[in-house]
């Protein structure tokens, strides 16, 4: 059954993945930024907050959501390509991947690095986390922004590119259709040609039989009366 996905399905099934790990990945660093690990005043290792459960299970669920997104990309890439608008799609389409696979590995790369500091520091640097966690959540954010309006902007230029393909088929349909219409209308003073000779013909006919017929009337009238 999925083998007769259509390219159309298959590129719609690519956006809806895009979309959802994008949404999953907003919340995904805003949860990596904001786990600690806690400690207790004589040291002792506590065990994690719910948090960081919730943080492994999303990390899971992306990662199971990217293996998907590239398994569409694979057979997208085995349908037949038809011009530069389909290879312009295919290829947005890897680099959306590729976008969406290095922000979850920053992600997690980010998160362990946090928890290494936390596990090496304790509490202590607490106060000053918490701003940069900030900062650093104000710049996904306009970096989220960023990332979909560069994403609109591609979606605009690959419907325009499809624009343009058709306009130019278009085109040299008319450009057949004007060349036939030429050559119909080259062909046509032959035609005319010959149908004013066989008017002629016509006419040089009748002249002919007329003077027959009126030679043979005035002979056998002289005939009669003589």
Known sequence: MAAALSYED????????????????????????GIKTPHSGHGDTVPLLSGED????????IEQL?????????RLSE???????MLHTLQRHRDILADLSRDFRKTNSQRESRREREDLLGGSDSFRTDGVNNRRDM?????????NSDRLVNEQISIAMET????????QTLKRLQTRFNDISNRYPVINSLIQRI??????DSIIVGLVVAFCT?????????
């Not at 690519?14 to 999953?24: F, P, S, W, Y």
């Not at 349908?79 to 608008?85: D, I, K, L, R």
């Not at 343009?164 to 085109?171: D, F, G, I, P, V």
């Open 10 to 33: 298959l590129r719609k099934q690519a956006r809806q993945l895009e979309n959802e790990i994008d949404l999953k990945l907003v919340a995904f660093s805003k949860l990596g930024a």
């Open 79 to 85: 349908q037949p390509v038809s011009g530069a608008a």
């Open 66 to 74: 990217l293996t998907k997104l590239t398994q569409v990309n694979e």
């Open 139 to 147: 710049y996904l954010k306009e970096n989220q922004h960023v990332h």
């Open 218 to 226: 005035i002979v056998t009238l002289v005939y009669i009366f003589s």
């Open 199 to 204: 008017n002629l013909r016509k006419k040089r």
């Open 54 to 61: 919730t943080f492994e299970a999303m990390s899971v669920e």
């Open 164 to 171: 343009r393909e058709h306009l130019t088929s278009q085109r």
